[in-house]
């Protein structure tokens, strides 16, 4: 049996400076074997706790796809000793990492159907990893319009930009990108992600809407998505802001009754309405 405290050893092999205020950064690990690999199958939704050894471990979601052999992707914003750790590491440093962890989107449940995904800020992560499993070639067929809607405050924040070039281009995909105030050069939308969700969001009809980021953001956007007719079952929301220890064991991430780190992070709204409103 898995020991689920023992982390993998992987390679960082690239760490890169994603804003331009610097805080948040991508980083890519390789898998050291085959058969490291084979041992963490994972899912887009899911995350996993990254070890800096001689700082801690912290979760964070998992930014690439299935769809992407060969190693595992994150975007971390330096908030604490373990975001910082990682910020400074070299490449070619070796860190452990402990997954994956967590439910994950229900891909199987969109087959068919058109989908929403609707992003803010750094919480774009496991969103990223969701549209680039669906836009694979051996997938795309499945499902139906694609649409996504990613804002940030400025465009310095915007996360992976030479993906979301590629995105404005493909016809496999409709990118909206939104900032909070207009600047000069942009020639996306500007506004807050709740007001251009109502403005640009695809009919309810057949459609389901994922949405990740600030919570903040998630409030206001979920009057946004039940006024366009999105029912409850069909909004799946993920609560990576939650997630602590991965295995349910600290106990810090309880809502009501509900382990975020164990039978979440990815919840419906249905399911969220009936736990406490604390998150």
Not at 191 to 196: K, M, R, S, T, Y
Not at 262 to 276: C, S
């Amino acid at each position: 049996m898995k020991n689920p405290y023992l982390p993998l050893p992987m390679k960082l092999v690239k760490n890169f400076t994603e804003t331009e205020d610097k805080l948040i950064h991508t980083f890519t690990l390789q898998f050291l074997t085959e058969e490291d690999e084979k041992s963490f199958p994972y899912m887009p939704g899911q995350f996993a706790e990254l070890c800096v050894f001689g700082k801690g471990e912290a979760p964070f979601g998992i930014a690439s796809s299935p769809t992407e052999p060969g190693f595992l992707k994150f975007s971390v914003a330096k908030v604490g000793v373990v975001s910082t750790a990682l910020h400074l590491i070299e490449e070619g440093t070796m860190v452990g990492v402990r997954g994956p962890l967590g439910n994950y989107y229900p891909v199987e449940e969109f087959k068919g159907k058109n989908v929403v995904i609707i992003g803010g800020g750094f919480a774009f992560t496991t969103l990223r990893s969701l549209a680039t499993y669906m836009l694979h070639p051996d997938r795309r067929g499945d499902y139906g319009d694609i649409t996504v809607i990613y804002g940030a405050r400025n465009p310095g924040l915007l996360l992976y930009k030479e993906e979301l070039a590629a995105w404005e281009k493909s016809p496999d995909i409709n990118l909206v990108t939104t900032i909070d105030r207009a600047v000069d050069g942009w020639d996306g939308q500007v506004g807050f992600i709740p007001n251009v969700t109502g403005e640009v969001a695809p009919s309810a009809e057949n459609t389901y809407a994922i949405i990740c980021g600030p919570p903040v953001m998630i409030k206001f956007t979920m009057p946004v998505l039940e006024k366009l007719g999105f029912p409850v079952e069909r909004i799946i929301m993920s609560l990576e802001n939650r997630m602590k220890c991965g295995i349910g064991m600290c106990g810090r991430c309880n809502v009501g009754g509900k382990y975020v780190c164990k039978d979440g992070p990815v919840f419906t709204r249905a399911q969220l309405n009936e736990l406490p409103n604390e998150y």
